[in-house]
Structure formats: C-alpha cells, structure tokens
C-alpha cells in the first residue's frame, strides 16, 4: 500500500512540475512576443503588405526573429525595421530582390559603391530613354493632330537608290548586344596608334542575323580608314537602296520597315546585308533627336 502511496507521490510532482515549466514557458513565450512586433504591426510601421513580408520570409530576404509553433504567427524585433527599411529605398532604387540580397551581405566597401554607381548609370539611361519616348510621342501626336494618319512619321522617309563606294576598314565582328557598342567600338580606337591607320571619319555597323536579338547578334562594327593595305576588309561597292534616319537609334526599325517596303513594292531585292553609318552622334554633342544614321540595303532588280 505504501509503495501505491509513492508512487502517487511520485506521478503529482511530475504533473506539477510539467505544470510549472508549462507555466513559465508559456510566461517566456509571452514576454517575448511583447518585445516583438506583430506581422500585422511590423507591416504598418514599415509599411510593406504582410504578403510581401511573408514572401521575403520564404526567399530568406528578411526572417522574423521568432515564429510561434502553435499559432504560426510570425513576430519581427524592433531592429529588424532598419534593415526593412533599407530593403525599401534599395527597391526604389530599382534592384531587384536578388541584387538586394546580394547587397545585404556584401561586406566590402569598394564592391557595395560599384554595385550603386551601376545602377546610378542605369537609372540615368533609363531618364534619358523615358526623355525620348515623351518627345517622340509629342512629336506624333502633333503628327496625327495635322494629318489625321497615325502612320504618317513612316511614310516620311525618302529612299534613294544609290551606288554605295567602296569602304576600307578596320572591324570587329562577333556575337554582341547592342548596348556593347561602345566597349567594342573602344578597341578598336585603341587599334589606330597602334597599327598607325588614318580613320576617314565613317563608323557603323553591319548586320548578320536573320533575326534580330538587341541581346546577342551577329554584328560587325566598322572604322573607315585611309590606308586600303592595312584595313581588315575592302567592303564592296554596289547598288544600294539607302534612307537617313534622324533620330535616336531606338526608332531605327522604322527606317529599316520604310527601305523593306520601298524594296518590295519598286521590283528590288536583298542583295545583301544591311549595314548603317552613323553620320551625327552624341559625339557631335547632339542631343539624340538630332543623330542622323544612313542605313543602306543591298538590292538588285528582280
């Protein structure tokens, strides 16, 4: 009997002390969460949808401190607000989450400020291209306003038939985007004292693709040079259905719809690649309505 008689003794300390510790967990489980914030008073404070806080919890871009077992509720420390914060102006600074990320747990000065002067430079281009597209667009809409015809900017190029001369130049060709222009076009600079060739004042670029990829194309970019004996290749003279472009190099398709059209419908066809010679740039300190590119097709009578 005696031995029932511990063994009851036994079992209600064991309850009690469960009891206890449940007690003080639920106390320490409690106590925290008052040092916390909510999900729902983390996003009012830092203004971010719980959605999206949960969506950065699940890519591990910001994790709560502390998710509760039983409720799943997700609570968020008062210093958590500064890195939501710079997550934020990192957005509005146009990176992408995976760039933030990347940023976050860059350590090195010098790499953090090249990462920002990258996107500085990108967010400048992307002014300078909105800029354009405003322009172009008053420019129609005052087109359209006087003509009624919503096409009108296209039919206003004049196409020439033309024999195009012979080209001596220096060139780099190979798969490229075109917003690597500039670094190609550097080397090949970097090739006039070097090789001790006169440029002749003509740049361009001669394409190769079927299809047209802004990303990755078939392009040759060209420096006319004097000196026929140390050019790279003699392009070939010939009969050549040739328009101006003015304008930036965004719109170039459309010279490039006019010559296919004036091609098709005057009893012509391809020859050829297209190639464009750029005749006034932003190295001529013009602002881009003001370039001028002639963009010439190879043809001959069908």
């Known amino acids: 009997m005696e031995k ?20 003080d967990s639920d106390q320490t489980c409690a106590g925290r969460e008052k040092k916390m ?30 998710v509760d077992d039983t409720t799943g509720y ?56 909105m800029e354009l597209a405003i322009s172009e667009l008053t420019a129609h809409m005052q087109s359209y306003e006087r003509t009624g015809d919503l096409m009108d900017y296209q039919r206003g190029y004049k196409i020439d038939l033309k024999e195009a001369p012979e080209r001596n130049v220096i060139a780099c060709r190979q798969k490229m985007g075109v917003d690597e222009f500039g670094k190609y076009y550097s080397t090949l600079y970097e ?6 060739v006169t440029p002749n004042g003509v740049t361009g670029a001669v394409y190769y693709d079927k299809e047209f990829d802004r990303e990755n194309s078939d392009i040759e970019l060209i420096v006319g040079i004097r000196e026929r004996e140390k050019a790279d290749r003699v392009m070939k003279a010939g009969l050549c259905a040739m328009t101006v472009h ?9 010279a490039y719809g006019a010559l296919v059209d ?35 097709f190879p043809v001959r009578k069908k």
């Open 74 to 129: 997700r609570y968020y420390s008062r210093g958590q607000m500064e890195k939501m914060l710079l997550i934020q102006r990192l957005k509005r600074y146009g990176f992408s989450l995976e760039e933030i990320s990347s940023i976050l747990h860059c350590t090195e000065k010098g790499a953090l400020l090249s990462k920002m002067l990258q996107q500085k430079d990108r967010l400048k281009q992307q002014k300078q291209d």
């Open 262 to 296: 004036w091609i098709a419908e005057n009893g012509y066809e391809w020859n050829g690649v297209p190639y464009e010679i750029y005749t006034k740039t932003q190295f001529d300190s013009l602002a881009p309505q003001d370039w001028e590119t002639e963009v010439y």
């Open 246 to 254: 003015k304008g930036p190099y965004s719109s170039l398709s459309e």
């Open 191 to 196: 090739r006039v004292p070097k090789e001790r």
């Open 37 to 66: 914030l909510s999900i729902g008073e983390f996003s009012k404070i830092c203004q971010v949808t719980v959605k999206t806080l949960r969506h950065y919890d699940r890519i591990g871009l910001l994790k709560p401190v502390y």
């Open 4 to 23: 029932y008689k511990e063994m009851e003794k036994t079992v209600d300390s064991s309850l009690r002390a469960e009891a206890i510790l449940k007690s």
